[in-house]
Structures are given as C-alpha cells and as structure tokens.
C-alpha cells in the first residue's frame, strides 16, 4: 500500500465526519481528482491518485468546485486546529499488553 493510498484511509475518516466533493479542477494533474472538504476551520483539500477514488463511493464528483486558494501549510494548519476542537471517541488502554 502506498503512502498516498494510507492517507486517502484516513483523509476518508474526514469526509465520513464533514462531508466532500471531488472535482476535476486541477489542468497540471487532469487525472487526479481534488478531494475538498469543508470543515468548521476552513476548507481542505488533496489530490486522490486515480486508483483510490473507490474510497469515497458517495463523494460526488462535480466539474469545478471553488478553491480558496489555501496552501498545504494553511490546510495542516486548520486540520491541527481541528483536532483540538474534536472530542475523544476513545481512549487508549494503559494498561494493554501489560504483563
């Protein structure tokens, strides 16, 4: 599995949680769809290799979807803060394979 086919998993995770849309609106990779989600500290978006589209079956793919022209260093920026906002779901056993 590529590094790029682990981050789609997880990026997966954000669309399950917010919502997105792909769009072929990118004329340097035409073949890549941009996968943008919009989430409560702004817009994020990744490129998603051809041969992982499969994991976003209910995304629906639209022709030109607005950029807001954020940087990846904008986009990790507002994904860190996201974090912070999100409530635990779980949390770690300490004590897991403990003797």
Excluded: C
């Excluded at 599995?1 to 990779?29: C, K, P, Q």
């Excluded at 702004?42 to 607005?66: A, C, E, N, R």
């Amino acid at each position: 599995m590529s590094i790029y086919t682990e981050r789609a998993h997880l990026v997966a995770v954000l669309v399950a949680l917010f919502g997105g849309v792909l769009s072929h609106n990118d004329s340097e990779l035409p073949d890549y769809p941009v996968l943008y989600i919009e989430t409560p500290t702004g817009q994020m978006s990744w490129h998603i290799h051809p041969d992982d589209v499969w994991l976003f079956p209910k995304v629906p793919t639209i022709g030109s979807y607005p950029w807001d022209k954020h940087t990846t260093r904008v986009k990790y920026k507002r994904l860190r803060s996201l974090t912070e906002q999100l409530p635990k779901m779980t949390y770690a056993n300490p004590t897991y394979g403990q003797p």
